[in-house]
Every structure is written in structure tokens, then in C-alpha cells.
């Protein structure tokens, strides 16, 4: 059988090993990209129970020029895939529903 696998393009905090690059590629006629914030104090685990890492790994809020950037990337992933699907994972302080919306209008 063939797999059928979709790259996530993924934006979170770009810090030594381990991160993931945002590669903006498709490979598939479906787009799915995820964004996790960019908060580099809280995206690696250390001096903090799980609890807090999990409260503050995710807890960031993009400014207007990232979300512009991050829109222009989709505009061309938009261009190539049938489908774009767009998550907003920064949501530990409550940032991805407004931080959508102020997307939503660039």
C-alpha cells in the first residue's frame, strides 16, 4: 500500500539541536502548518516541573510582523496545494484564537 504523508511546516522557537525548521514545502495537494510560538525560554524543559513547562512552552504572542511574514509563506503554499490548513498551537496565555483573527485579516 502507499502511505499517504503530509508535511507539517511547522514555526517554533529555532534553538540549538532538536528544533525543527520551518520548511515551507508541500507533499501532498494539502498544506497543514502548525504554529507554536517562539518562546525560547519556554520551549526546552529546564528547572520546571511538567506542569509549568506544559504552561509556558506554548505561551507566546506573535507580533504583526511575524503573523505578516508567516502569512506571505502560506500565500505561496496556497499557490501550490489544493487545501491549506493553518493551526494556531500558541495557546497556553490564550494568544492563538486573537492571534488568528488579526491573520485572518492581513
Known amino acids: 500500500t502507499q502511505?499517504?504523508?503530509?508535511h507539517a511546516v511547522v514555526d517554533e522557537p529555532q534553538i540549538k539541536e532538536g528544533s525543527i525548521p520551518l520548511v515551507n514545502r508541500i507533499t501532498s495537494d494539502i498544506a497543514f502548518v502548525r504554529y507554536h510560538g517562539r518562546n525560547h525560554y519556554g520551549w526546552t524543559k529546564?528547572?520546571?516541573?511538567?506542569?509549568?513547562?506544559r504552561d509556558v512552552r506554548y505561551l507566546y504572542d506573535y507580533s504583526e510582523e511575524e503573523l505578516a511574514d508567516?502569512?506571505?509563506?502560506?500565500?505561496?503554499?496556497?499557490?501550490?496545494?489544493?487545501?491549506?490548513y493553518v493551526i494556531?498551537?500558541?495557546?497556553?496565555?490564550?494568544?492563538?484564537?486573537?492571534?488568528a483573527k488579526k491573520y485572518q485579516n492581513i
Open 3 to 6: 502511505h499517504q504523508i503530509i
Open 46 to 53: 529546564k528547572d520546571m516541573t511538567d506542569q509549568e513547562w
Open 70 to 84: 508567516l502569512a506571505r509563506k502560506v500565500e505561496i503554499l496556497n499557490q501550490k496545494a489544493k487545501k491549506v
Open 88 to 99: 494556531f498551537n500558541n495557546n497556553s496565555g490564550g494568544h492563538a484564537a486573537n492571534n
